[in-house]
């Protein structure tokens, strides 16, 4: 059974830091791996899809990285905004279709 | 927005209750998807609906009932509920399920108490 771990589970940081949040995954079989945001009383919305062929996405100051072999991935948030305040979720999907999703990193960057 | 809305927001219930969680989508998607979000939890899928067909049901009890009546709208028909029910319940739509459903759209959730 596929787990998924986000380490660390809460952050608080400065404004203008870059940041490195951390995903690790129990089966690399994976079809493809995804970040998402979520912020307070609301859904989630799609960050960075990376395909089990590849090995990093970039959007914006955004950078995700993909290392299958060790079962990891890297979401790199580069100087840091208030407006970024937000739990940052990751989500693995295997063989079976149905996404693992982790417990999320919940993230406070300060003025 | 995203496309995705669901009514109600908040949700307080009695165990004996029946109610309906309600979702929408106007994206002109074909599958609609069930979330349930706990405390105590990761995000887990419930249910997955393709062109209107069940494609997944993620051993969920069957005090939740889903209702496809077309692809653009969702209900989770809920009865005899327990406490550990408790959640935030969100629902997504993307085109297509199953490998090519790769990016969800999110609606904001209902956020259920059960007394």
């Known amino acids: 059974k596929q787990e998924v771990t986000q380490i660390p589970a809460a952050l608080s940081v400065p404004e203008g830091e870059n940041l490195v949040l951390n995903c690790s995954f129990t089966d690399s079989a994976i079809y493809n791996l995804q970040w998402f945001r979520q912020d307070p009383g609301k859904g989630l919305t799609s960050l960075l899809l990376i395909q089990s062929s590849q090995r990093e996405q970039t959007s914006g100051r955004l950078n995700a990285s993909l290392d299958k072999s060790s079962g990891r991935s890297t979401l790199y948030i580069a100087a840091s905004q208030p407006g970024d305040s937000a739990t940052y979720l990751c989500?693995?999907?295997?063989?079976?279709?149905?996404?693992?999703f982790g417990r999320g990193t919940s993230l406070i960057v300060h003025p | 927005e995203t496309g995705v809305t669901q009514t109600p927001r908040h949700l307080v219930m009695g165990m004996t209750n029946k109610k309906s969680l309600k979702c929408e989508q106007h994206?002109?998607?074909?599958?609609m998807y069930w979330y349930k979000q706990s405390a105590k939890k990761p995000l887990e899928l419930m249910f997955v609906y393709n062109f209107k067909e069940q494609t997944e049901n993620n051993s969920v009890p069957s005090r939740f009932s889903p209702e496809c009546p077309n692809s653009s709208h969702l209900f989770l028909h809920l009865h005899t509920l327990q406490p550990e029910d408790s959640a935030l319940y969100l629902c997504?739509?993307?085109?297509?399920?199953?490998?090519?459903?790769?990016?969800?759209?999110f609606g904001p959730g209902t956020r259920l108490t059960v007394l």
């Open positions: 994206l002109g998607h074909n599958a």
């Open positions: 997504a739509s993307s085109p297509r399920s199953g490998r090519d459903s790769d990016t969800q759209y």
């Open positions: 989500a693995v999907k295997g063989g079976s279709y149905i996404p693992t």
